[in-house]
């Protein structure tokens, strides 16, 4: 079984940053890209940003496009998000996703991370 554990989220001040991370452990196949979700209260789950496995490739969705900045570690199963000049719209739960070779969609999930900008 993978799995995905992240880390990372607060408490911040709007203006501020934060770094979450996300580690995959276990019986990890082939993945094909990571992304990060997040979920606010009351709303659907929408999609922040992802990182191509091969070339590494990024995509953000164009309320955080400028302002978070997806990563990879070079050897290591995990990838990270740098979030600055953070804004209250940005509270919410923050979900690490991974799609595996074979898979159709994000197949993998964290329990996420609860980032709260607030001042």
């Known amino acids: 079984q993978v799995q995905l554990v992240e880390s990372g989220g607060g408490l911040v001040q709007p203006g501020g940053s934060l770094r979450l991370s996300c580690v995959a452990s276990g019986s990890i196949i082939r993945i094909n890209d990571m992304a990060w979700y997040r979920q606010a209260p009351g709303q659907q789950r929408e999609f922040v940003g992802s990182i191509r496995w091969s070339g590494g490739n990024t995509y953000y969705a164009d309320s955080v496009k400028g302002r978070f900045i997806i990563s990879r570690h070079r050897v290591k199963t995990e990838i990270y998000l740098q979030m600055n000049s953070l804004k209250p719209e940005d509270t919410a739960e923050y979900y690490c996703?991974?799609?595996?070779?074979?898979?159709?969609?994000?197949?993998?999930w964290g329990q996420g991370t609860q980032v709260t900008v607030s001042s």
């Open positions: 996703a991974a799609h595996q070779v074979g898979a159709s969609e994000y197949n993998v």
